[in-house]
């Protein structure tokens, strides 16, 4: 019988009560595959800031930081409040941890599922799944830039990575009274190779044919063509899945058009943002969206899994939140630790109690609470139990 270390953030907001429903649904499929959780919290969020932390920069110590990664995984609610400032929460927990543990992916998968209707007309369940998977850990998210008033202005920017440190010297001259903001991307060929090798193993194991490679090497080619040849060559080692190079904004009409044509979307980081929200916005929204920021090699960092919606303040503590991207990425979760059978049964009991349509909450049209959802896929899914 396997047992698996999870570490429990539940963060801010909503963070705590669709956190507990997640819990509750993995305690199912614990329950029904026998496999065992052991749970550890850890209060992290904005209550703890203020009381211990109030000034520092970031969320967590560093030794705070490092027993994270002696978890099998990190299961996260959210975070966000007004008394903490977004730095914290970004560059002071997640992009640290991203890089700490080395997450260099971020899985981000838009199912239609029964039950849910989408924005675009006319697509019937499953019309519309994408295996989206976004670089996480360079591009032009590596917090590099500078910005100044003057006529003569001298940078020195550092980048550091598990791949690579790197050093950009910036001299700009510019017009008395004119000011500048600059912003640098960057991406190493190893990182390239091997998130594009995430995204074909990912789509071997699910027996898709198709990968689409997101770029913009028409205008930014110095980065992009970088990207391209990586690809190519992993893919010659994939014969038996096509792939397809799609420039971002021609994807981005075809996800409103005909989103049915996508299988795997590999995508830069920022792009990937970008494109995997318009992706959650098609399937149902953001209370059904999961996510996982990944490294595949678990001996080599800890992988946290989160929806990707934020803390909603508008509706915390009103116990109407929608826990189902939460759940969502329990089962990126347990896909992750090699529980597949685990996962399937989370993915059916949620879909199952989707399509039954009779707990729905507010974000759904409905009056069900967040425990009330909970409930019925927990429920749903011990009814499964093979
Ligand atoms: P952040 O910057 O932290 O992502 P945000 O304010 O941009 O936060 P969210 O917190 O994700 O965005 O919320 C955006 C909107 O979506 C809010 O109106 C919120 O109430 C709604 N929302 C987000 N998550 C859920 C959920 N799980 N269930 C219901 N509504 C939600």
Redesign the pocket.
């Known amino acids: 019988m396997k047992t698996y270390r999870v570490a429990l953030i539940e963060g801010d907001?909503?963070g705590p009560e669709?956190l507990r429903e997640g819990k509750k649904v993995m305690d199912a499929a614990a329950e029904a595959t026998g496999i065992t959780w052991q749970w550890k919290a850890y209060p992290y969020g904005a209550d703890h800031w203020v009381q211990n932390r109030k000034g520092f920069p970031t969320l967590v110590t560093e030794a705070e930081m490092a027993e994270l990664g002696t978890h099998d995984a990190v299961y996260f609610g959210?975070i966000?409040d007004p008394r903490v400032p977004d730095s914290v929460n970004q560059a002071g927990l997640l992009l640290w941890m991203r890089f700490y543990f080395d997450q260099y992916i971020n899985l981000r998968p838009a199912k239609l599922y029964r039950g849910v209707s989408s924005p675009l007309a006319g697509k019937k369940p499953h019309d519309i799944d994408i295996c989206f998977i976004r670089e996480n850990s360079e591009d032009f998210y590596i917090g590099l830039g500078g910005r100044f008033k003057g006529t003569r202005s001298h940078d020195e920017l550092e980048m550091r990575r598990a791949l690579c440190k790197a050093r950009f010297d910036v001299d700009i001259s510019l017009e008395p009274a004119d000011e500048m903001g600059y912003q640098i991307g960057a991406m190493t060929g190893r990182n390239a190779e091997r998130t594009v090798r995430y995204g074909f193993e990912l789509a071997r194991r699910k027996k898709l044919t198709r990968i689409t490679l997101i770029h913009k090497a028409n205008v930014l080619m110095k980065i992009y063509d970088l990207w391209i040849e990586r690809a190519r060559q992993v893919a010659r080692d994939y014969p038996d899945i096509e792939m397809e190079l799609a420039i971002v904004d021609a994807a981005t009409m075809w996800l409103v058009r005909a989103p049915e044509r996508f299988q795997v979307i590999i995508a830069p980081n920022m792009f990937g943002d970008i494109l995997s929200d318009l992706a959650a916005s098609i399937v149902g929204g953001?209370?059904f969206a999961p996510g996982g920021n990944i490294n595949p090699d678990r001996k080599a960092g800890v992988s946290m899994f989160e929806?990707i919606?934020?803390?909603?303040?508008?509706?915390a503590g009103k116990g109407?939140?929608?826990?189902i991207?939460t759940i969502l990425a329990g089962q990126l979760m347990l896909d992750h630790l090699g529980e597949e059978r685990a996962a399937l049964l989370v993915e059916q009991a949620t879909e199952d109690v989707l399509a039954a349509g009779k707990v729905r909450?507010p974000?759904m049209g409905g009056r069900s609470t967040c425990r009330d959802m909970g409930d019925a896929i927990a429920e749903r899914l011990l009814q499964l139990k093979p």
């Open positions: 907001g909503i669709i959210a966000g953001l209370g929806p919606h934020g803390s909603a303040p508008d509706i109407i939140a929608n826990p991207a909450t974000d």
